[in-house]
């Protein structure tokens, strides 16, 4: 249930994405052809990072079936790197994720994060900095367990032995028995994400994630929308479509040459 509602028009949210005062608002995704900066699809959300997703998906499944546009990369922000969206571009779609992965695992309190330990995919293990193992299970079950949590990660735990033993155990977990780690199912798609980042491909999508982020700021400096003028989503997805046609047209005006003189 959300904090605040509108009395207004109730499918707003409240929100200050822009570190500025919060207010009621819906959010405008584009789907843009990054080589020419056409908009290719319009979406109208909710202005939550859950709907948002949604929406990249639902955009991305019409210009599938409406144009037959089979993209090869995807560029986002980190909005767009959460492992399920990330897992569903890589394993449903085959597209590149060309995104930031959402990552909290990073510890700040001095002691190892998950980067330090290393993944082994033909063991389905992991090895600490000291060498030792973590395992997702260390005894055979009767009934075969997957493991999967409701998050949708599985845990890999180390041995008490091992940790109590250990000399690094107090930069490794120092108010626990024994380190553990999760790791989510969709770990995979996720290491393709943080691969792709290290090419020099990502860092030229980096470049042209700028003319996505141009429209934007058309959509509010020279368009004026800073305000919608009608409520509810129907309105909200309409003033949108009219919008990112202006913009469509505006590009296609720079597109057509100039008329040629007429010879006297």
Same mark, same amino acid.
């Given at each position: 249930?959300?904090?605040?509602?509108?009395?207004?028009?109730?499918?707003? #949210?409240?929100? *200050?994405?822009? %570190?500025?005062?919060?207010?009621?608002?819906? /959010?405008?995704? !584009?789907?843009?052809?990054?080589?020419?900066?056409?908009?290719?699809?319009?979406?109208?959300?909710?202005?939550?990072?859950?709907?948002?997703?949604?929406?990249?998906?639902?955009?991305?499944?019409?210009?599938?079936?409406?144009?037959?546009?089979?993209?090869?990369?995807?560029?986002?922000?980190?909005?767009?790197?959460?492992?399920?969206?990330?897992?569903?571009?890589?394993?449903?779609?085959?597209?590149?994720?060309?995104?930031?992965?959402?990552?909290?695992?990073?510890?700040?309190?001095?002691?190892?994060?998950?980067?330090?330990?290393?993944?082994?995919?033909?063991?389905?293990?992991?090895?600490?900095?000291?060498?030792?193992?973590?395992?997702?299970?260390? #005894?055979?079950? *009767?009934?075969? %367990?997957?493991?999967?949590?409701?998050?949708? /990660?599985?845990? !890999?735990?180390?041995?008490?032995?091992?940790?109590?033993?250990?000399?690094?155990?107090?930069?490794?977990?120092?108010?626990?028995?024994?380190?553990?780690?999760?790791?989510?199912?969709?770990?995979?798609?996720?290491?393709?994400?943080?691969?792709?980042?290290?090419?020099?491909?990502?860092?030229?999508?980096?470049?042209?994630?700028?003319?996505?982020?141009?429209?934007?700021?058309?959509?509010?400096?020279?368009?004026?929308?800073?305000?919608?003028?009608?409520?509810?989503?129907?309105?909200?997805?309409?003033?949108?479509?009219?919008?990112?046609?202006?913009?469509?047209?505006?590009?296609?005006?720079?597109?057509?040459?100039?008329?040629?003189?007429?010879?006297?």
């Amino acid at each position: 249930m959300p904090k605040f509602i509108a009395p207004a028009d109730p499918a707003t #949210r409240w929100t *200050a994405a822009h %570190r500025g005062p919060a207010f009621f608002a819906y /959010s405008a995704n !584009y789907l843009v052809d990054a080589d020419n900066a056409i908009i290719v699809d319009v979406e109208a959300t909710t202005a939550i990072r859950q709907a948002e997703t949604l929406a990249a998906k639902r955009m991305i499944e019409r210009s599938l079936e409406r144009f037959e546009l089979y993209p090869e990369r995807l560029i986002g922000d980190t909005a767009y790197g959460s492992a399920e969206m990330l897992d569903w571009l890589v394993e449903e779609r085959g597209i590149e994720p060309h995104i930031p992965v959402f990552d909290k695992s990073q510890r700040t309190d001095g002691t190892f994060s998950c980067d330090d330990f290393t993944y082994d995919h033909a063991t389905d293990t992991y090895h600490c900095p000291a060498g030792k193992t973590l395992q997702h299970y260390r #005894r055979r079950f *009767a009934m075969p %367990r997957i493991g999967i949590m409701k998050d949708n /990660s599985m845990r !890999y735990r180390a041995s008490k032995r091992d940790c109590q033993a250990c000399p690094l155990k107090p930069r490794c977990c120092p108010r626990e028995p024994a380190r553990k780690i999760s790791r989510s199912i969709y770990e995979g798609a996720r290491d393709l994400a943080r691969e792709i980042a290290k090419t020099e491909a990502y860092q030229t999508s980096r470049r042209q994630r700028k003319k996505v982020e141009m429209l934007f700021a058309h959509l509010k400096r020279i368009l004026k929308l800073d305000r919608l003028r009608l409520r509810g989503p129907n309105g909200a997805r309409d003033e949108f479509h009219l919008a990112a046609t202006a913009q469509n047209l505006r590009k296609l005006a720079t597109l057509v040459p100039a008329a040629l003189p007429i010879p006297v």
